[in-house]
């Protein structure tokens, strides 16, 4: 489904499995307030344009307009923020390892790996009304490695990614059984 997926420091025979992102209703949510944001700029305009006489030809007009584009550019500095920070953040299963991508703010990456037989424990989470509605949720990934606890944030179908991943780790723990068998076999 995902194999033309490529990414860089990518095994020469991994596959990607599960390319996350977080749920669109969590984007939806952050747009919101940026449209709160630009109607509450559109209300103090028209308040001071109608309610202000002729406030067009007062000497605090310029200092309205200056703030009216301070306050645009800020909003577009929060959504592209929001959209970077949505787009940007993303977890790839393959049928090795986990891959956490999470960007923080414009210029910081968080990249993690985890193999899939270091997992020990594999938790999904839906808490609330809207999440049980439009299915999304929290997966908890428990291991002993350095990083101890995986998370993916507000995911669509968790239930289902969360079988998905206990599925490729039992193959390849059995796999690498398999192969350490062969191994000691091959040196008896």
Known sequence: ???EINFPGQHSDEQVILFLRRHWFIFFIHLLSVLAAIIGLVLIY??????GGDFS?????NLLLFGESLGTLFIWNLFFILWLDFYLDAWIVTNERIINIDQ????NRDISELKLTKIQDVTSEIVG???TL????????QTAAEI??????QIPNPNEVKNTIVQLQEKERHQEE???GQAIRGKL
């Open 1 to 3: 489904m995902f194999g």
């Open 46 to 51: 028209v308040f001071f344009t109608l309610f």
């Open 57 to 61: 030809q007062s000497e605090y007009y």
């Open 104 to 107: 923080k703010g414009f210029f």
């Open 129 to 131: 009304v809207v999440p």
């Open 134 to 141: 439009l299915n999304y949720g929290n997966i908890h990934v």
């Open 148 to 153: 101890e606890r995986f998370t993916f944030y």
């Open 178 to 180: 398999r192969e350490l």
